[in-house]
């Protein structure tokens, strides 16, 4: 059988959010989470205009990390897993760190679902999971070459990971995931009864 060379690689960054010396108490990120959506009438006002399922703090919420200092300590741990995931995928920065440039929460109900999508303007993102409850929705991830797939034949539905068209992590309470910005993914259908809670973010090459 002939070598074969595994080119053009995606890569998906998954660890515990805690693996560096800031911790993070997801319970008490779980009830900020539920205090700012609470109180955050415009957001709500947002949601419910935009027919977004659930609450979203993305268009009305943008200092999160300067009003609560959990989500500053949050900003200090994912600035650590951005840099080493930038190293993974031996990006040459230059003098030009990755930077926040975009964090938000995200309270997905019953049957909430959060179609495809890329995060423009962007270099990493990511999320990190604050509540998952049983039959809370995994994240899925489209090949980045669908649309040049063409003829292509789909693949066998136990073919591994690498060679799957679509794939699915179910991350747990205190992961965190980062991905390539331009990586098209979705939130299927939440089918716990009780909300997925997560929150969102962006880097930016400053
Ligand atoms: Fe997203």
Known sequence: ??????????????????????????DEL????????????AGQRWCEENDYSGYTSYASLDDLPWRFPIFKDLVKALDLHVADFAEELQFDLG??????????INILPEGGIHTGH?????????????SM??????????DPRLPMMMAAPPR?????????????????????????????????????????????????WG
């Open 30 to 41: 779980e009830t900020t989470c539920f205090s700012i959506a609470h109180d955050d009438v």
């Open 133 to 142: 409850p049983d039959g809370a929705s995994a994240i899925k991830f489209e």
């Open 1 to 26: 059988m002939s070598d074969i060379l595994d080119l053009f690689i995606t890569r998906i960054y998954r660890t515990a959010l805690n693996n560096y010396d800031i911790k993070i108490n997801s």
């Open 156 to 204: 066998k539905t136990n073919a591994n990971t690498g060679s799957r068209t679509f794939n699915y992590i179910n991350p747990n309470v205190g992961d965190v995931l980062l991905w390539e910005s331009w990586l098209r993914h979705e939130v299927p259908m939440n089918l716990a009864e009780e909300e997925r809670i997560s929150v969102s973010f962006n880097y930016a």
């Open 95 to 104: 003098d030009r760190p990755l930077v926040l440039n975009g964090l938000w």
């Open 118 to 130: 890329i995060h423009p303007n962007s270099v990493i993102s990511g999320t990190t999971y604050v």
